[in-house]
């Protein structure tokens, strides 16, 4: 069964990092892009970063640039979203997606296949 489960996030002030993962299992993350996409309270889903089948492009929404890094483990089936300098505004439901390897880079929830369930992040002090 196809699968991608989303971890790490929690209650962080703000300043701090947290980092999250996303496991897939049914599929070979290594023929997928993965994109991370956060949702807040009464918001749509937006996309916060891409990273490529290989790692070798990497894409940030411009509010994050700078303070998040994606990346990927292909042995560990798994990618990552360090997070760092958080600010309230980065509260949300995170989520991970693939995209088929390839296609276009593209922070647009609607070019997405496969979800995972999402974490909660919350900033706060």
């Known amino acids: 069964q196809l699968q991608l489960v989303e971890s790490g996030g929690g209650l962080v002030r703000p300043g701090g990092s947290l980092r999250l993962s996303c496991t897939a299992s049914?599929?070979?993350?290594?023929?997928?892009?993965v994109g991370w996409f956060r949702q807040a309270p009464g918001k749509e889903r937006e996309g916060v970063s891409h990273?490529?089948?290989?790692?070798?492009?990497?894409y940030y929404t411009d509010s994050v640039r700078g303070r998040f890094a994606i990346s990927r483990d292909s042995y560990k089936n798994t990618a990552y979203l360090d997070m760092d300098n958080l600010e309230p505004e980065d509260t949300g439901v995170y989520y991970c997606a693939t995209r088929p390897a390839f296609t276009s880079d593209s922070l647009d929830p609607a070019d997405y296949d496969h979800w995972g369930q999402g974490t909660q992040v919350t900033v706060s002090s």
């Open positions: 990273i490529s089948r290989w790692g070798g492009r990497v």
């Open positions: 049914g599929l070979n993350l290594n023929d997928y892009a």
